[in-house]
C-alpha cells in the first residue's frame, strides 16, 4: 500500500493548513489510522487517530486546534490544523494501524 501525504508549506503563527493522505488501496479496513510528525531533531510522535466509526483522538498538543476526518469513499484521511504555532514544525505523515509509515509532507510555521 502506498501513502501520499501533501497539503504542507510554509505558513505564519495562527494560521492553518489542511493536510491529505491518499492511500493507493480502500481504507475501509483499516480501524484506525493516525498521523504522525517528525521535527528536525527529535523523534517522531504521535498526533492523532481516528477510527473506521470517525471516533478520534488526539495528542494534548494537538487537542482544540487539528481536526482529523477520514473519506473511506475517496481512501483519504485528512488532518485540518488551525492556531498553528512554530513547534508544530514538522514532516507529518499518515499511517494505519499495523502499515508502514508513507511519504510525509513538511509543515513549516514561522514566528
Known amino acids: 500500500v502506498q501513502l501520499q501525504a501533501s497539503g504542507g508549506g510554509l505558513v505564519q503563527a495562527g494560521g492553518s493548513l489542511r493536510l491529505s493522505c491518499v492511500v493507493s488501496?480502500?481504507?475501509?479496513?483499516?480501524?484506525?489510522i493516525s498521523w504522525y510528525r517528525q521535527a528536525p531533531g527529535k523523534q517522531r510522535e504521535w498526533v492523532a487517530s481516528i477510527t473506521n466509526t470517525g471516533n478520534s483522538n488526539y495528542a494534548d498538543s494537538a487537542k482544540g486546534r487539528f481536526t482529523i476526518s477520514r473519506d473511506n469513499a475517496k481512501n483519504t484521511v485528512e488532518l485540518q490544523m488551525n492556531s498553528l504555532k512554530p513547534e508544530d514544525t514538522a514532516v507529518y505523515y499518515c499511517?494505519?494501524?499495523?502499515?508502514?509509515y508513507g511519504q510525509g509532507t513538511l509543515v513549516t510555521v514561522s514566528s
Open positions: 499511517k494505519p494501524l499495523n502499515m508502514p
Open positions: 488501496r480502500s481504507i475501509v479496513s483499516f480501524n484506525i
